[in-house]
């Protein structure tokens, strides 16, 4: 039998839910059926799986060693639980953290969450820290993730909720687009500074099979486009290039790559979307070896309604092509 018991940062969280991170490789039919032969009960009651967990309920499971080992063999020990952590990694860059937010910066090559090739990820690295410091719940069941998502290449902020709490905010905030959220992006092309921000419009479409996203125009767009928009405003700029400040205002996987290319002005180093011979350039003049992108800020309202700006310093690598290319800024977060 195992015993599990909600918390303050576990609780407010469906019964089904829970079941699910405890025993993922179980699956909803069968976890029922168990809830049903209360082989699964809660407070020594059966249970229902709609049932909303409160502080101080205690989930048992009725099942052999060897059978819940079976089942919980999916779940990675990346959750602050009460296992060690997964690996000794270097703790993570906190740009804000209070009792229930962490914002971190995320450098260039560093995978959110692990895949099939790797368990090195920003949540795995962040997990071992709260476990470290003694930061996370103790009960096994919450598993800390991120609330927004960076391609493997691209650096900048990333926000983390430290309790339920803490994730269901961040969740909201980026679901009612009350957080705004701003890049640094060098692009090919010159393009005038002005005095507000432009907003480009398209209509998108990702190949899941080959990873490439397309943009359409309103006229040729395929009935399964979402219509994307990007601000942008140049903060820089010379004959060849320009320093942009980019508001994400919708959130797709590449959209900010592939609506700059759609628009004539291809990201630096970007090897899917770009301009090979001007990437080359820029690697052999600054050894700029991904695509210069970076998360620099996040605006949004705390837990206690007061402002909160989150800033990430821009990268050695991103710094050196700024400053080689004489677009540098002054007010750019630095270290």
């Given amino acids: 039998m195992k015993e599990f018991r909600i918390t303050d940062e576990t ?7 829970v079941l699910l991170k405890l025993l993922p490789e179980a699956g909803s039919s069968f976890l029922y059926r168990m809830l049903r032969k209360k082989n699964i009960t809660v407070n020594d009651k059966k249970a229902d799986g709609a ?14 060693d060897d059978t819940y080992r079976k089942f919980a063999a999916g779940s990675r020990e990346i959750s602050g639980g009460s296992s060690k952590p997964s690996h000794h990694a270097a703790d993570p860059d906190v740009l804000y953290e209070d009792d229930d937010l962490l914002f971190v910066s995320k450098p260039a090559g560093l995978l959110i969450q692990p895949d099939s090739k790797t368990s090195a990820c920003m949540t795995a690295q962040v997990s071992d ?9 103790t009960s096994g069941i919450f598993r800390v993730g991120p609330a927004n998502r960076l391609d493997r290449n691209t650096s900048g902020v990333v926000a983390f909720g430290k309790t339920i709490r803490g994730q269901q905010y961040l969740a909201e905030q980026f ?7 701003y890049y640094l992006a060098l692009v090919k092309g010159n393009i005038p500074g002005c005095a507000g921000e432009e907003v480009l419009t398209g209509w998108y479409r990702k190949d899941r099979e080959s990873n490439v996203a397309h943009l359409y125009t309103e006229k040729n767009k395929p009935a399964s486009a979402l219509e994307v928009q990007l601000g942008i405003s140049a903060l820089a700029g010379s004959h060849e290039a320009a320093l942009l400040k980019v508001h994400l205002l919708t959130g797709k996987s590449h959209q900010i ?16 979307y770009g301009d090979a011979a001007w990437n080359n350039k820029l690697a052999r003049l600054y050894g700029l070896k991904r695509q210069f992108l970076h998360a620099y800020q996040l605006e949004l309202a705390g837990l ?32």
């Fill in 11 to 17: 609780s407010g969280q469906r019964l089904n839910k």
């Fill in 51 to 64: 049932q909303i967990l409160q502080n101080g309920d205690t989930i048992r499971i009725w099942f052999s």
């Fill in 129 to 137: 820290y709260l476990f470290r410091q003694k930061k996370s719940d």
């Fill in 175 to 181: 679901r009612e687009r009350s957080m705004k959220k």
């Fill in 257 to 272: 790559r592939v609506q700059l290319s759609g628009a004539g002005h291809p990201l630096a180093g970007d090897p899917k």
């Fill in 304 to 335: 206690d309604g007061q402002p909160l700006t989150i800033s990430a310093p821009l990268p050695e690598d991103l710094k050196r092509v700024l400053k080689g290319e004489k677009l540098w800024v002054p007010g750019i977060p630095e270290d």
